[in-house]
C-alpha cells in the first residue's frame, strides 16, 4: 500500500520505490543509494530520494496511528466494518483523526452528560420529527434526580447531543474545511492601544487576504505578532457577508448536510438554533484553531524550505582554493584580528593591529599587514564584513597600492557565525590556548578557502540566511538543515587526509564518534594512505567502510583511483578497463580519447550494471571533480560606505547574502543589506526569486529607495528602472500576473494597511502593497539575524 502511494506520487516504478525503501531499512543513505546503487532504485536521484524518505516517514507514522484508532474503537465494542474501511482508506492524518472523533476518549461533556440523562431519544425524535411540538416533548422527559429540572433543561441537553453529534460528523468537517479552504480569509489587525509597540507590523494593522493565497513570510509575521500581543488575527468565514448579523454559510452547509429547513414546523427553530451554535460554538473554534495550525505548518514547511536552499547555495559557493590566506576579522575600538592560515587551513600567525579610533595606527597597521603579506607569501585576503569592514578593506587597499611587491587578492566574505564557531567548543578543541578574538579571523579565513568546510563548523541557524527561522519547528529545521549539508557533503567529496571532524560527520555512514576516531586515528598513525586502511579506525566495520568510502578522497595515495569518487567495490571494473585497454590506470585518467572509444556495456556483469560502468568512466574522465562553480568575487563602490552614502540612481555591484519568497537581499558594503522585491527581479514574471538568484551571486542593482532613519534600502535588478517612479509603474507586469497566486481578492489601488482598528481591507496586488509587507519582513529577518 504505502510502497504503491509513494510510486504513485513520484511518477516511478512501484520496484523503483521498494528497492529504494529496501536500502533506506537497511541503514543507507540517500547520498550512497543516488550515486552507488543506481541498478537497484533504476535511476531514483537524491531529490526524488529525499521525498521518498519523507513520505515513508509520514505513511509508516498515519499506518500506525490507524492500528491505534482501530484497536481503540475495538476495545469500545463500536468498531463496523464501515468504519474499518473508512480508517483503512483515510489518506491524511486529519481525515484519520476526523474519523476517530466520535470515539476519541475525553472528559465527560455536556452531551455526554445530557445521554447518561436520558435526553437522547428526545434529541433524536425533534431531529427525525420536525412536526414535534419540542416543549410538550420535553415536558415528559424531566426528571429532577438526573438534573433535568424543567423543559428548558431537557431542551438544552437534547440540543448539545446534536451539537457534539454534527461536530463528529467527518464527513460534514470534511465539507466545511474544503469550504474554508476555498473561500475564507484571514483578518489581522492592531491590538487596540499596542500601535506604537507595533509599528513594525503595520503593515498588518488592518490587512486582510485570501487564507489559501498567504505567502510564508506574510503568515509568519502575522503569527509573530500575534505571539507578541500586538496583533489580533481570525479567520472570516464569510469575507463577502455585508450584514455581520447574518447566518454564516458554513451554517448553510451544516443545515444541508442535515436536510434542516425552517418550514414553520414547531420543531424548525430548534434545529435552526442547533445548527447555528454547532457552528458558533462548536465547529467554527475547532475550524479557525485546525486553519491556523495548518497555515502555521505550512508556512513553516516553506519557512524550512527557503532555509534549506539558502544554505545549500551558500555551502556550494565557490571556493577560493588550496592559497596561502589572510583573514582580517573587523573591529574599531578592539582592533582587527589577523590570522593568517597555509593551503590547508593550518593556522601560521596571528595578530592584531588598530588602524581605526580611538588609536588610529594606520601607518603602523599599513605596515604590519604589508610585512605579514610578504612574510607568509599571502596570496588572499579575506575581510569580514562587519563592523569596520569597509574601513578595513579601504586599509588593504591602501596597503596592495604602497607596496606592489605584496601581490595578495582582497576579498570581502561574509562573517555570519564566525563569533559563534569562535566560542564552540570545537573551536576550543581545534585551536586550544588561542584568544577567542582571534579564531574569528581563522574561520574568516578558512571560509574563503573552502566555504562548505570551514561553514559545517557552525549551527547552520547561525549562518543568517534563514527567513523567520525562530519561529517555526526548531527539531524540523534541524532535520531538514542536517539532510542539506549531507547532501553538499557528500556531493563535493572530503578529503579524508585533512577534513575536520566536523566535515567527516556529515559523510555518508559516518557520524561524530567515527569521524572522531578517524581524526585520532590519522593523528596517531600518520595520513591515510589507502582507502582499505579505514578498516583499522575504531568502531568502523563493513556497513560504514561500504557507505562512506566512495566520499573519501586520498590525493596522495597508494592507489590513484582512491582521490576519485569510483567506489572500491568497482576498482575491478577499473582493472577489466586496464586490462582491455592495456593502459595503466595512471596515464588512463584524463585520457578522454581513449575513454570516449571504450563500449561500457563490454564491462558490465551480475554485480555492475550499466550506469555504475557509465559513472566510472565519466569519473576516469574527471576524477575528483568539483561540482562548486568558479570562484568570482564582487567589487563594491569606493566611497559607498554606509547606508547615508545611498543616493537614489546609483548602480552597485553586490552579493546575494539572502533569498526569500518576497525577492532577495543584497549586500553592498554599507553594513545592511537592501532588498530587491520580486516584481525588481526581471522583466519577466516570475513565480520564485530563485528563478533568477541565489545565495552567494553577484548582481548589479539600482538603488532605488532609502530610509536612513529606519535602515531600509530597496533595489531594482532592472537597471532602466527610474527611482522615484510609481511602484505600481515599476511593477505593473510582475504584479498583474502575479495577483492571482499572492493577494488576488483586492481591489485595484487598495493597501493592506488602513487606519489602526478599521475594518481590514482585502489584499492589493503586489505593486502597491507588496514592498511595504517585504520591508516589514526584511525588518523582521534582521532581527532574527
Same mark, same amino acid.
Given at each position: 500500500m504505502i510502497i504503491n502511494t509513494i510510486a504513485t506520487e513520484l511518477t516511478v516504478k512501484p520496484?523503483?520505490?521498494?528497492?529504494?525503501?529496501?536500502?533506506?531499512?537497511?541503514?543507507?543513505?540517500? =547520498?550512497?543509494?543516488?550515486?552507488?546503487?543506481?541498478?537497484?532504485?533504476?535511476?531514483?536521484?537524491?531529490?526524488?530520494? *529525499?521525498?521518498?524518505?519523507?513520505?515513508?516517514?509520514?505513511?509508516?507514522?498515519?499506518?500506525? *496511528?490507524?492500528?491505534?484508532?482501530?484497536?481503540?474503537?475495538?476495545?469500545?465494542?463500536?468498531?463496523?466494518?464501515?468504519?474499518?474501511?473508512?480508517? +483503512?482508506?483515510?489518506?491524511?492524518?486529519?481525515?484519520?483523526?476526523?474519523?476517530?472523533? =466520535?470515539?476519541?476518549?475525553?472528559? *465527560?461533556?455536556?452531551?455526554?452528560?445530557?445521554?447518561?440523562?436520558?435526553?437522547?431519544?428526545?434529541?433524536?425524535?425533534?431531529?427525525?420529527?420536525?412536526?414535534?411540538? =419540542?416543549?410538550?416533548?420535553?415536558?415528559?422527559?424531566?426528571?429532577?434526580?438526573?438534573?433535568?429540572?424543567?423543559?428548558?433543561?431537557?431542551?438544552?441537553?437534547?440540543?448539545?447531543?446534536?451539537?457534539?453529534?454534527?461536530?463528529?460528523?467527518?464527513?460534514?468537517?470534511?465539507?466545511?474545511?474544503?469550504?474554508?479552504?476555498?473561500?475564507?480569509?484571514?483578518?489581522?489587525?492592531?491590538?487596540?492601544?499596542?500601535?506604537?509597540?507595533?509599528?513594525?507590523?503595520?503593515?498588518?494593522?488592518?490587512?486582510?487576504?485570501?487564507?489559501?493565497?498567504?505567502?510564508?513570510?506574510?503568515?509568519?509575521?502575522?503569527?509573530r505578532g500575534r505571539n507578541e500581543g500586538v496583533l489580533s488575527i481570525q479567520i472570516n468565514a464569510d469575507p463577502q457577508r455585508e450584514d455581520p448579523q447574518a447566518p454564516s454559510h458554513c451554517e448553510h452547509i451544516i443545515a444541508q448536510h442535515y436536510g434542516i429547513m425552517d418550514r414553520g414546523r414547531p420543531a424548525d427553530a430548534f434545529m435552526q438554533q442547533v445548527v447555528q451554535w454547532t457552528w458558533k460554538i462548536k465547529i467554527g473554534l475547532h475550524m479557525e484553531t485546525e486553519l491556523f495550525s495548518s497555515l502555521r505548518e505550512q508556512a513553516e514547511? +516553506?519557512?524550512?524550505?527557503?532555509? #534549506?536552499?539558502?544554505?545549500?547555495?551558500?555551502?556550494? #559557493?565557490?571556493?577560493?582554493?588550496?592559497?596561502?590566506?589572510? &583573514?582580517?576579522?573587523? &573591529?574599531?575600538?578592539?582592533?582587527?584580528?589577523?590570522?593568517?592560515?597555509?593551503?590547508?587551513?593550518?593556522?601560521?600567525?596571528?595578530?592584531?593591529?588598530?588602524?581605526?579610533?580611538?588609536?588610529?595606527?594606520?601607518?603602523?597597521?599599513?605596515?604590519t599587514l604589508a610585512n605579514l603579506c610578504?612574510?607568509?607569501?599571502?596570496?588572499?585576503?579575506?575581510?569580514?564584513? &562587519?563592523?569596520?569592514?569597509?574601513?578595513?578593506?579601504?586599509?588593504?587597499?591602501?596597503?596592495?597600492?604602497a607596496d606592489e611587491t605584496v601581490k595578495a587578492q582582497k576579498i570581502m566574505v561574509s562573517e555570519a557565525g564566525a563569533s559563534v564557531y569562535s566560542a564552540s567548543e570545537l573551536a576550543s578543541k581545534e585551536l586550544p590556548g588561542m584568544d577567542v578574538s582571534l579564531r574569528g579571523a581563522v574561520s574568516i579565513a578558512r571560509r574563503l578557502q573552502d566555504p562548505l568546510a570551514e561553514l559545517v563548523k557552525i549551527e547552520p541557524k547561525a549562518i543568517g540566511v534563514g527567513q523567520y527561522q525562530h519561529d517555526v519547528s526548531q527539531s524540523q529545521l534541524g532535520k531538514s538543515l542536517d539532510r542539506v549539508i549531507e547532501d553538499c557533503v557528500n556531493a563535493v567529496g572530503v578529503d579524508l587526509n585533512t577534513a575536520s571532524p566536523a566535515l567527516l560527520s556529515y559523510v555518508s555512514g559516518l557520524n561524530r564518534t567515527l569521524a572522531h576516531n578517524i581524526v585520532q586515528f590519522r593523528d596517531t598513525h600518520g595520513a591515510f594512505d589507502d582507502r582499505k586502511a579505514l578498516l583499522k579506525v575504531e568502531r568502523l566495520g563493513p556497513k560504514a567502510f561500504e557507505q562512506a568510502a566512495g566520499f573519501l578522497r586520498i590525493f596522495s595515495g597508494i592507489n590513484p583511483l582512491d582521490k576519485s569518487s569510483v567506489h572500491p567495490e568497482s576498482y575491478s571494473v577499473?582493472?577489466?578497463?586496464?586490462?582491455?585497454?592495456?593502459?595503466?590506470?595512471?596515464?588512463?585518467?584524463?585520457?578522454?580519447?581513449?575513454?570516449?572509444?571504450?563500449?561500457? +556495456?563490454?564491462?558490465?556483469?551480475?554485480?555492475?550494471?550499466?550506469?555504475?560502468?557509465?559513472?566510472?568512466?565519466?569519473?576516469?574522465?574527471? =576524477?575528483?571533480?568539483?561540482? *562548486?562553480?568558479?570562484?568570482k568575487t564582487a567589487t563594491f563602490k569606493e566611497g559607498v560606505d554606509t547606508i547615508s552614502d545611498l543616493q537614489p540612481g546609483m548602480i552597485l555591484e553586490g552579493v546575494v547574502s539572502n533569498v526569500a519568497n518576497f525577492g532577495a537581499f543584497v549586500d553592498v558594503g554599507v553594513h545592511q543589506d537592501g532588498l530587491v522585491h520580486i516584481s525588481a527581479l526581471t522583466d519577466k514574471f516570475i513565480a520564485d526569486p530563485r528563478e533568477v538568484v541565489k545565495a552567494g551571486d553577484i548582481v548589479k542593482v539600482k538603488v532605488m529607495e532609502v530610509d536612513v532613519a529606519r535602515k531600509r534600502i530597496s533595489f531594482s535588478m532592472r537597471l532602466d528602472d527610474t527611482p522615484g517612479a510609481p511602484k505600481q509603474a515599476r511593477a505593473t507586469n510582475h504584479a498583474g500576473k502575479n495577483a492571482k497566486g499572492a493577494n488576488a481578492g483586492g481591489r485595484p489601488g487598495s493597501k493592506p494597511g488602513n487606519k489602526p482598528g478599521g475594518k481590514p481591507q482585502r489584499a492589493s496586488q503586489p505593486a502597491n502593497g507588496a514592498m511595504g509587507n517585504a520591508f516589514a519582513d526584511a525588518f523582521a529577518k534582521a532581527k532574527d539575524k
Amino acid at each position: 500500500m504505502i510502497i504503491n502511494t509513494i510510486a504513485t506520487e513520484l511518477t516511478v516504478k512501484p520496484a523503483q520505490v521498494e528497492a529504494a525503501v529496501s536500502l533506506l531499512d537497511s541503514g543507507a543513505t540517500v =547520498p550512497f543509494i543516488a550515486r552507488y546503487r543506481k541498478e537497484a532504485t533504476q535511476g531514483l536521484d537524491d531529490t526524488q530520494l *529525499r521525498t521518498l524518505e519523507q513520505r515513508l516517514t509520514y505513511l509508516r507514522e498515519l499506518s500506525d *496511528r490507524k492500528a491505534v484508532i482501530v484497536k481503540s474503537i475495538e476495545e469500545q465494542g463500536k468498531l463496523t466494518g464501515e468504519l474499518k474501511s473508512l480508517i +483503512e482508506q483515510a489518506e491524511s492524518k486529519t481525515t484519520l483523526e476526523d474519523l476517530y472523533l =466520535p470515539y476519541k476518549p475525553r472528559r *465527560r461533556t455536556k452531551g455526554q452528560i445530557a445521554i447518561e440523562a436520558g435526553l437522547e431519544p428526545l434529541a433524536d425524535a425533534l431531529f427525525t420529527n420536525a412536526d414535534s411540538e =419540542p416543549q410538550s416533548l420535553a415536558a415528559t422527559y424531566i426528571n429532577t434526580e438526573q438534573n433535568v429540572p424543567d423543559e428548558k433543561a431537557a431542551l438544552e441537553g437534547a440540543r448539545f447531543i446534536l451539537m457534539e453529534r454534527f461536530a463528529e460528523d467527518a464527513a460534514l468537517l470534511g465539507k466545511i474545511r474544503q469550504y474554508l479552504h476555498d473561500h475564507a480569509f484571514i483578518d489581522s489587525t492592531v491590538v487596540k492601544g499596542k500601535e506604537k509597540e507595533a509599528q513594525k507590523y503595520k503593515d498588518y494593522f488592518a490587512h486582510s487576504e485570501k487564507l489559501k493565497n498567504v505567502p510564508s513570510h506574510r503568515a509568519l509575521a502575522m503569527f509573530r505578532g500575534r505571539n507578541e500581543g500586538v496583533l489580533s488575527i481570525q479567520i472570516n468565514a464569510d469575507p463577502q457577508r455585508e450584514d455581520p448579523q447574518a447566518p454564516s454559510h458554513c451554517e448553510h452547509i451544516i443545515a444541508q448536510h442535515y436536510g434542516i429547513m425552517d418550514r414553520g414546523r414547531p420543531a424548525d427553530a430548534f434545529m435552526q438554533q442547533v445548527v447555528q451554535w454547532t457552528w458558533k460554538i462548536k465547529i467554527g473554534l475547532h475550524m479557525e484553531t485546525e486553519l491556523f495550525s495548518s497555515l502555521r505548518e505550512q508556512a513553516e514547511e +516553506e519557512a524550512i524550505s527557503v532555509f #534549506a536552499k539558502n544554505l545549500n547555495d551558500l555551502l556550494m #559557493a565557490a571556493p577560493a582554493g588550496a592559497k596561502t590566506t589572510m &583573514g582580517l576579522d573587523p &573591529g574599531m575600538r578592539t582592533g582587527v584580528k589577523i590570522a593568517i592560515v597555509d593551503k590547508t587551513g593550518k593556522v601560521l600567525a596571528t595578530n592584531t593591529i588598530f588602524p581605526h579610533a580611538p588609536q588610529n595606527q594606520w601607518d603602523k597597521s599599513l605596515r604590519t599587514l604589508a610585512n605579514l603579506c610578504k612574510q607568509y607569501k599571502v596570496e588572499l585576503i579575506s575581510i569580514g564584513n &562587519g563592523t569596520g569592514s569597509r574601513e578595513t578593506d579601504k586599509l588593504v587597499a591602501d596597503m596592495l597600492k604602497a607596496d606592489e611587491t605584496v601581490k595578495a587578492q582582497k576579498i570581502m566574505v561574509s562573517e555570519a557565525g564566525a563569533s559563534v564557531y569562535s566560542a564552540s567548543e570545537l573551536a576550543s578543541k581545534e585551536l586550544p590556548g588561542m584568544d577567542v578574538s582571534l579564531r574569528g579571523a581563522v574561520s574568516i579565513a578558512r571560509r574563503l578557502q573552502d566555504p562548505l568546510a570551514e561553514l559545517v563548523k557552525i549551527e547552520p541557524k547561525a549562518i543568517g540566511v534563514g527567513q523567520y527561522q525562530h519561529d517555526v519547528s526548531q527539531s524540523q529545521l534541524g532535520k531538514s538543515l542536517d539532510r542539506v549539508i549531507e547532501d553538499c557533503v557528500n556531493a563535493v567529496g572530503v578529503d579524508l587526509n585533512t577534513a575536520s571532524p566536523a566535515l567527516l560527520s556529515y559523510v555518508s555512514g559516518l557520524n561524530r564518534t567515527l569521524a572522531h576516531n578517524i581524526v585520532q586515528f590519522r593523528d596517531t598513525h600518520g595520513a591515510f594512505d589507502d582507502r582499505k586502511a579505514l578498516l583499522k579506525v575504531e568502531r568502523l566495520g563493513p556497513k560504514a567502510f561500504e557507505q562512506a568510502a566512495g566520499f573519501l578522497r586520498i590525493f596522495s595515495g597508494i592507489n590513484p583511483l582512491d582521490k576519485s569518487s569510483v567506489h572500491p567495490e568497482s576498482y575491478s571494473v577499473v582493472d577489466a578497463i586496464v586490462a582491455q585497454t592495456q593502459v595503466a590506470v595512471n596515464d588512463l585518467i584524463g585520457n578522454t580519447e581513449l575513454l570516449k572509444k571504450l563500449s561500457p +556495456e563490454t564491462f558490465t556483469s551480475d554485480e555492475v550494471g550499466l550506469p555504475t560502468v557509465r559513472d566510472i568512466i565519466s569519473e576516469l574522465d574527471k =576524477p575528483g571533480r568539483d561540482p *562548486r562553480p568558479e570562484f568570482k568575487t564582487a567589487t563594491f563602490k569606493e566611497g559607498v560606505d554606509t547606508i547615508s552614502d545611498l543616493q537614489p540612481g546609483m548602480i552597485l555591484e553586490g552579493v546575494v547574502s539572502n533569498v526569500a519568497n518576497f525577492g532577495a537581499f543584497v549586500d553592498v558594503g554599507v553594513h545592511q543589506d537592501g532588498l530587491v522585491h520580486i516584481s525588481a527581479l526581471t522583466d519577466k514574471f516570475i513565480a520564485d526569486p530563485r528563478e533568477v538568484v541565489k545565495a552567494g551571486d553577484i548582481v548589479k542593482v539600482k538603488v532605488m529607495e532609502v530610509d536612513v532613519a529606519r535602515k531600509r534600502i530597496s533595489f531594482s535588478m532592472r537597471l532602466d528602472d527610474t527611482p522615484g517612479a510609481p511602484k505600481q509603474a515599476r511593477a505593473t507586469n510582475h504584479a498583474g500576473k502575479n495577483a492571482k497566486g499572492a493577494n488576488a481578492g483586492g481591489r485595484p489601488g487598495s493597501k493592506p494597511g488602513n487606519k489602526p482598528g478599521g475594518k481590514p481591507q482585502r489584499a492589493s496586488q503586489p505593486a502597491n502593497g507588496a514592498m511595504g509587507n517585504a520591508f516589514a519582513d526584511a525588518f523582521a529577518k534582521a532581527k532574527d539575524k
